[in-house]
């Protein structure tokens, strides 16, 4: 488990004395808390749906009246998948996660970016590469991007793993070394850096829309759709389109009671964004004949690739269609 989780998570606190707590087998939001107020833990590690579901479990104790106590967090990572901007603005404001960062890594690698940037930094990108390692951000022919223009992420330094187990061949596709011999290992996510260097994730490569020959990135309409004080959390995919391609398709989990129509939540990405970014079809959790939830793995990541069959076949149902006729012409 050589990424973020050993590193930054075990290590960090062996190296520092400090006390581990595992507040239950499986992740629980209330046990948690619990274990916050209880242990006065400073820290918390996860991944973006860890930390929507805390900060829920810790809404809903304060609405029915429940003094929660949080004063003791002060740091934490989180990983895994890029965090909602929003997101990371209310954990710092209702949780005290003050040093809260988000860590850009992976587990064919250590963690890749600064830790400790600005707030206005850690809340809106993943920091700036590490010393002693390279980055570059490349075009779909391997040439180097301007800044402030999107493309694949490519690394490189002592932190890169050796190679996929008796896999050489996925090796060979990942890992290619240069003219200079550097070797570079190619992550599949999109990035923009600043010329400041700091980093922002778009993205993964396998998930942007191409609308009509236009790249749309999920990310960023997922950014705008959570901003919005009645949706909890969204899920943006690619939906097929005779006309277009591909459309954007969106899965979205309200906040408990509130109401929110397919149409209002094409407007708040229109007016977020512009309007080819805005969704052709939308998918309330739970609600005419949708899946209760979004698909996720063991450790709390959202499955894209079963989203975007689930939205094939709703699509192909009606199911979900906004009703304006030129979807975000």
């Given at each position: 488990m050589?990424d973020?989780?050993?590193?930054?998570?075990?290590?960090?606190?062996?190296?520092?004395g400090?006390?581990i707590?595992?507040?239950?087998?499986?992740?629980s939001?209330p046990?948690i808390?619990?274990?916050?107020?209880?242990?006065?833990?400073?820290?918390?590690?996860?991944?973006?749906?860890?930390?929507?579901?805390v900060?829920?479990?810790?809404?809903?104790r304060?609405?029915?009246?429940?003094?929660?106590?949080?004063?003791?967090?002060r740091?934490?990572?989180?990983?895994?998948?890029?965090i909602?901007i929003?997101?990371?603005?209310?954990?710092?404001?209702?949780?005290?996660?003050?040093?809260?960062?988000?860590?850009?890594?992976?587990?064919?690698?250590?963690?890749?970016?600064?830790?400790?940037?600005?707030?206005?930094?850690?809340?809106?990108?993943?920091?700036?590469?590490l010393?002693h390692?390279?980055?570059?951000i490349?075009?779909?022919?391997?040439?180097?991007?301007p800044v402030?223009?999107?493309g694949?992420?490519?690394?490189?330094?002592?932190?890169?793993q050796?190679?996929y187990?008796n896999?050489?061949?996925?090796?060979?596709?990942?890992?290619?070394?240069?003219?200079e011999?550097?070797?570079?290992?190619?992550?599949?996510?999109?990035?923009?850096?600043?010329e400041?260097?700091?980093?922002?994730?778009?993205?993964?490569?396998?998930?942007i829309?191409?609308?009509?020959?236009?790249?749309?990135?999920?990310?960023?309409?997922?950014?705008?759709?959570?901003?919005?004080?009645h949706?909890?959390?969204?899920?943006?995919?690619?939906?097929?389109?005779?006309?277009?391609g591909?459309?954007?398709?969106?899965?979205?989990?309200?906040?408990a009671?509130?109401?929110?129509?397919k149409?209002e939540?094409?407007?708040?990405?229109?007016?977020?964004m512009?309007?080819?970014n805005?969704p052709?079809?939308?998918?309330?959790?739970g609600e005419d004949?949708v899946p209760?939830?979004?698909?996720k793995?063991?450790?709390?990541?959202?499955?894209?690739?079963?989203?975007?069959?689930?939205?094939k076949?709703?699509?192909?149902?009606?199911?979900?269609?906004?009703s304006?006729?030129?979807r975000?012409?």
């Open positions: 050589p973020t989780r050993l590193v930054l998570g075990n290590l960090a606190a062996w190296t520092h400090a006390c707590v595992y507040p239950s087998e499986i992740f939001p046990a808390v619990d274990a916050v107020a209880q242990e006065r833990c400073t820290a918390l590690h996860g991944v973006p749906t860890h930390f929507l579901g900060l829920a479990e810790v809404q809903r304060r609405t029915d009246g429940e003094n929660v106590d949080t004063r003791s967090l740091t934490g990572i989180a990983a895994g998948s890029p909602p929003d997101l990371m603005k209310q954990l710092i404001e209702k949780l005290n996660l003050i040093e809260l960062t988000v860590a850009y890594g992976m587990s064919a690698s250590q963690p890749l970016t600064t830790p400790d940037d600005p707030v206005i930094k850690r809340v809106e990108t993943v920091g700036r590469i010393p390692v390279k980055a570059k490349v075009d779909l022919e391997g040439r180097v991007v402030e223009t999107p694949e992420i490519l690394v490189a330094g002592y932190l890169l050796k190679g187990w896999d050489p061949e996925q090796t060979a596709r990942v890992m290619q070394t240069d003219e011999k550097t070797l570079w290992m190619h992550t599949g996510d999109e990035g923009i850096m600043d400041e260097g700091y980093l922002r994730i778009v993205g993964r490569i396998k998930d829309i191409i609308r009509g020959g236009e790249n749309l990135f999920p990310v960023q309409i997922e950014n705008v759709l959570t901003a919005h004080p949706i909890r959390e969204a899920a943006v995919v690619a939906v097929p389109d005779p006309k277009y591909e459309v954007v398709g969106a899965w979205i989990v309200r906040e009671q509130t109401a929110m129509s149409e939540t094409r407007r708040i990405v229109a007016d977020g512009n309007p080819q805005s052709a079809w939308v998918w309330f959790l004949g209760e939830e979004i698909p793995t063991a450790s709390g990541k959202v499955q894209k690739h079963i989203l975007r069959e689930w939205s076949e709703l699509a192909r149902k009606g199911i979900g269609r906004t304006s006729d030129d975000g012409r």
